[in-house]
């Protein structure tokens, strides 16, 4: 019922800077945390970043210092700047979005995207 589409992703040189955005649509009440997690080949999918509606923000100790995320709670929208990319940022980048889609407090969501890769190499 509430679908979040990516963008941004692709193959950047160690250094340099990239940012992904994420869309959330559909039937929506109220969202509460917007964020960010990667998987990398071969490993579990990983928090990276995450904002709440009233902008309480967290961040991975590995991302602490070069990423930000931005959020826009009126478009239901979430950024993700990178910068100083380093070949380990390399993953398959998700959003996630948790919230009610109706008032009944029973009414829940948790969606994620379909992914969108980052390669960073040189």
């Known amino acids: 019922q509430v679908q979040l589409v990516e963008s941004g992703g692709g193959l950047v040189q160690p250094g340099r800077s990239l940012r992904l955005s994420c869309a959330a649509s559909?039937?929506?009440?109220?969202?509460?945390?917007m964020g960010w997690y990667r998987q990398a080949p071969g490993k579990q999918r990983e928090f990276v970043a995450t904002?709440?509606?009233?902008?309480?923000?967290n961040y991975a100790d590995s991302v602490k210092g070069r990423f930000t995320i931005t959020r826009d709670n009126a478009e239901n929208t979430v950024d993700l700047h990178m910068n100083s990319l380093k070949p380990e940022d390399t993953a398959v980048y998700y959003c996630?979005?948790?919230?009610?889609?109706?008032?009944?407090?029973?009414?829940?969501?948790?969606?994620w995207g379909q992914g969108t890769q980052v390669t960073v190499s040189s």
């Open positions: 996630n979005a948790k919230g009610y889609y109706s008032e009944y407090e029973d009414a829940t969501f948790d969606s």
């Open positions: 559909g039937k929506i009440f109220s969202i509460g945390p």
């Open positions: 904002a709440t509606s009233r902008g309480i923000i």
